[in-house]
C-alpha cells in the first residue's frame, strides 16, 4: 500500500485565487453572454471582452485588483451607459445589459472563495436570461454545456490543494447534472403551473412576438411576410381541408380614416346567427404568444373554447393577452351563411369612409354605382379592374400619404394582400356595399411527417367581406384575381422564381433536404408542445391522459414528494453501490463471520494468528468440526490468497458459514 | 457568550465515546450533514430563478432552475458519500519540545473511490486538507504548536468535506485520545551542566559503560548496533558485543537542586538544556529531580526516560 502525506496548513484566504480556475470562471461567463452580446448593442460587447481580458491578466500577472475608486467609477459609467442607450436602466433589455455590465464587474473585483460563488450563481441567472429571448432547441443545448462549464468551475474551486485536471473537473460536474435529469423531469412535469405572471411584466419582456396589429396601413404587412417565424400550428382531426379555403380568421378592421384601417374600438359580443352551417372541420390550434388578445380560427367558428369570446364579426377574443404558447381546439364550418340580418347600425359601419381623401378611387366606386348598383355587377367590374394591370409583389414602391390608394391604383398598380384588400373595399364602400377588411393569415405548409399544417408570420393575408343582402357577410379576397397562386399555393408560388425568399426554397420538396427540414420541423413541434409550450393546460391535459383528470396541486406535491424520494433513494443506492469494497472482500466478510461464530464459543482467533494455525487449532480442540472448518478454511484461502473465487464460489463460501455451528 | 453557548449545546450534541478504538469507519450515522452558507446563498439563487421562471412563463427557465434544485440534491448526496465509509486510524505522534509543533497523525483510506477534499481539524484550527486515493494509505499531519510542557491532548478531531460544490458541509468527529508529550523548552542561556555536579565517590572502580574497551562477549538482545563488534562478524566469528568500562569520574548528575531560576517551568528548561548538552558530549548522566532519581547512563533511550521524566515533572493538567 502506497502512503502519501499531508500536512501543514491550507493557504489562508487572501493568496490569490488558483489562476486554472479563474480562466474557467472566465471562459463560462464569455460562453453565457455570448448570445447577448450578438444581439447588444457593440460597446457592450467591448466592455466586456475587456474587463475579462484585464481579470485574465490580473490572474495571469498576480497583479492587484483595480483600486475601489476607479471599480466604483467604472460602475457607475456602465450604469449611465445603459441609461444612454435605452433611456432608462429597466425592462427587458436595459436589465440584461446592466447584469451583464455588473457580473462583469464583478469579476473584475474578484477576491476570494465567496466572489468567485457569486459570480457563479449570477453566471446561473445570465443562463436565464437568454431565455427572455429565445427558447429553441439549438439554445437550451448550448446553455445546458454553459451550466455544465459552470459546474465544473465551481467543482473546481472547490477542490483544494493540486488543480484538478479537465477530466477531473468535467465529469464530476456532468455526473451531478446527468443524475440530478430524472428529479428535474419530475418537477418539470408536476410542480403546479400557475395562469398569467406573479408581477407586472414589462412592456417588451417578449421577443420575437411579431403579429398582426390593430390596425392596417398600406405597407403594414410586408414585414411580416418576410418573417418566417411560426405564427401557429393547426393538426386537423377529420382531414385538412383544401388550401384555398384555409382562411384563419384574425383582427376585423372597419374604421376607415383614408389611409389607415383600425378594428372598431367597441365589438359586441355575438350572436352566432348562422343560416347555413355545413362541412365542420375539426383541428387543435397551438397558437404561439404574440401578447394580443385574438385566436385564429377558420371561417366560420362553430365552438370556441373556455375563456374565449365570439364577436359578432366572428373574431375570436381571449380575455387576456396571449403571453404564452396556447392550445385550442376549434370546430368550424367551412359551408357557411352567416350575418343576413346584422343590424344597422354596424352596418352603417361598414359604410363610412373620408371622401376628401382617395378622391379618384371614391368617384370610380360612385360612378360604378351609378351604372349599375347590383353587388354581382360590381364584383364582376371590380374582378376584371384588379384583374388587369396590377402586379404582386412583396416589394411595391412607397405610396403617397394623404392618398395611398390613389396612389396605388392609378399609379404603382403593385402591391400585395393588403393594398388589394384595402383598395377593393374602399372601392365597394365607395359604389354603396357595406364591406370591411379581415386580416389573418391564408394557408400554411404541411408538414408530411405528421401532417401538421404550420402557419408562419409570412402566410398573413388581407381580404375583404361584403355584406349583401339575403346572403349576409360574404368573403372577397381580391388577391386572388391578381395573383390566384397566391391563395391556392402560398406566398412562394405567388411571387414566382424571382421573388422566392431565401430559406423557402420549394424547389426540393420532397428531396433530401426537405425531408431534414420537415424532420427538424416535426422535432421544433414536439419541443414547443411538450417543453416550451409546457403550461397549465398542456399539464391538465398531460395529466388526464395519463388518468389523473381534475389533478390539483396537493395531488401533484404528493408526487413531487414520492418523486423526489424515489429519486434521491434511487441515487444514493447508486452511490452506495458504487462505494462497495471490491469483490475480493466478500470472502472477508464470510471469513469474519465464522471466526465470530467460533470466538462466541471459545476459540477465538488471535490477531496475529495466520488462517492455517488457526485452522490447526481449531481442528486440535474440535476434532469433531474438522472436516466443516477445514473446508471453510481452504475455501477462503483460495478466494483471498489464491487466484480468486467467482461470484459462485464466494457465494458457497457464505452459505457455509451461514449453515456452520460452532458447538 | 453565544459562540460559547453554541459550542457547548454542541459538545453535548455530537458528544462520542472517547476514546475510540481504531480504525474507525465513518458510518452512516456517524455522518452529519448540514448546508453551507454558500448553499443557503445557493437556495436564495434558485427561489428568485423559480419566481422569474413562473412570472415569465419561461418553460426552460423552469427546466434551468429544476436542473440546479436537483443538483443540489444530488451534490448533497455526494457529499455525504465523499466521507462515508472512510477509515481512520491514529498515526504515531512523536513527542517535541515545547515552543515547537507538534504533529498528530491520522491515516486515512477509501473503502473505494477517491476521496477528493478531505478535510481533518481540531477545534479552533485550520483544516489540513487531503485527497484520498483508493489502495493508498493517506497520512494527515495536524500540525499544533506545543506551547505548554506536558501532555497535548489531540481532543476530539473533526473529519469533513464540502466537496464537490461547496453546498453542504459533511461532517463526523472521531477522537482517539491522541496525545503527544510536550518536553520543556531546552533553554539555550542555561549553559554546561556545573562541574561540582560530578560525583566524587567511587573513583576509579570500573563501571560496566562504553568509555574504554574491555573485552568481546556474545551478543544479547537489546545491544545496540554500535556496540556489535562488526570487524569480527565479518571474519565470521560470529555476532559479538564490544564491552566497554565507562569511567566513573565523567559520570554526571544532572540535579534538581542545581538548576536556579525563579519558578518551575524555568527550571525545567535549565535542566532539559543539559540533558540534551550532557548526551551530545556522550556522557553519562543521570537526572536527580525530587522525588525521582534516573541512574546515570547515556543513549537515545536514555535521553528520552529522562525528558519525558521532565515533561511529566508536576505536569499542567
Known sequence: MKLKLFSGSPPPLSTPLDVRNVMWLLAAMVFVVGPHLMRLPVWIGIFVVVVVGWRAWISWAALRSPPRWLMWAVTIASTYGTFLTYGRIFGREAGVTLLILMAALKLLEMRDQRDVVLSIYLGFFLVMTNFLFSQTIPLGLYMLACVWIFVATLVGFNRVGRSPTLRERLRPAGALLVQALPLMVAFFLLFPRTTGPLWALPQDSRSGQTGLSESMTPGNIANLIKSEAVAFRVQFTNGMPPYRSLYWRGPVLVDFDGATWSMAAFSAQGQRNYSRYERPSMYTVTLEPHNKTWMFALDVPATYPEGTQLLSDLQLRHRRPITERMRYEMMSFLNYRYGENTNPPQINRALRFDDTRNPRLVALGRQWAKENPDPRMLLQRAAQFFGTGFTYTLEPPPLDRTNPYDDFVFNSRQGFCEHFAGAFTLLMRAAGVPSRVVTGYQGGEVNPLNNELIVRQADAHAWSEIWVKEEGWVRIDPTAAVSPMRVENGVNAALGPIGVIPSLIDADRLGLLANMRFAWQMLNSQWDAWVVGYNMDRQRSFFSQLGFPNIDWRTLGFWLMIATFAVGAAVAIGLLVNDRPPKREASLVAWNRFCAKLAASGLARAPHEGPLDYLARVKAARPQLAAEVEEITRRYVQARYGEGASREDLRALARLVAGFRAT | ?317
Open chain 2, 1 to 317: 457568550m453565544l459562540a460559547n453557548l453554541r459550542q457547548s449545546i454542541s459538545d453535548w450534541i455530537f458528544r462520542a465515546t472517547i476514546p475510540e478504538t481504531p480504525p474507525v469507519t465513518l458510518v452512516q450515522r456517524r455522518i452529519f450533514i448540514l448546508p453551507t452558507r454558500q448553499g443557503y446563498v445557493f437556495a436564495f439563487t434558485v427561489l428568485i430563478l423559480l419566481l422569474s421562471s413562473i412570472n415569465y412563463a419561461l418553460s426552460l427557465g423552469f427546466v434551468l432552475t429544476f436542473l440546479l434544485a436537483s443538483m443540489a440534491g444530488v451534490a448533497m448526496l455526494h457529499t455525504w458519500r465523499n466521507l462515508a465509509h472512510l477509515r481512520l486510524r491514529p498515526g504515531r505522534c512523536d513527542p517535541v519540545f515545547a515552543g515547537e509543533t507538534a504533529h498528530f497523525n491520522v491515516s486515512v483510506e477509501t473503502p473505494s473511490q477517491t476521496r477528493f477534499s478531505i478535510a481533518l481539524r481540531r477545534r479552533g484550527d485550520e483544516p489540513v486538507y487531503a485527497d484520498i486515493v483508493a489502495s493508498e494509505m493517506a497520512s494527515i499531519s495536524l500540525g499544533v504548536t506545543a506551547t505548554r510542557r506536558g501532555v497535548a491532548q489531540c481532543g476530539r478531531l473533526e473529519v469533513f468535506t464540502r466537496y464537490p460544490l461547496g453546498f453542504f458541509h459533511a461532517w463526523s468527529y472521531v477522537d482517539f485520545g491522541q496525545t503527544v508529550l510536550v518536553y520543556p523548552r531546552p533553554d539555550p542561556l542555561a549553559g554546561s551542566p556545573p562541574a561540582q555536579s560530578r560525583s566524587a565517590s567511587e573513583e576509579g572502580i570500573p563501571v560496566p559503560g562504553d568509555e574504554e574497551f574491555n573485552m568481546l562477549r556474545a551478543y544479547r538482545p537489546g545491544d545496540t548496533p554500535k556496540q556489535i563488534a562488526w570487524k569480527a562478524l565479518a571474519r565470521e566469528q560470529g555476532l559479538l558485543t564490544k564491552e566497554f568500562n565507562a569511567t566513573a569520574s565523567s559520570e554526571l548528575w544532572i540535579d534538581w537542586d542545581e538548576a536556579r531560576a525563579p519558578d518551575l517551568e524555568s527550571r525545567l528548561s535549565i535542566l532539559c538544556h543539559w540533558v540534551l548538552q550532557a548526551e551530545s558530549f556522550g556522557q553519562s548522566y543521570g537526572l536527580r529531580l525530587p522525588g525521582r532519581e534516573i541512574p546515570p547512563s547515556r543513549g537515545d533511550a536514555h535521553q528520552t526516560r529522562c525528558l519525558e521524566a521532565l515533561a511529566l515533572f508536576e505536569a499542567p493538567r
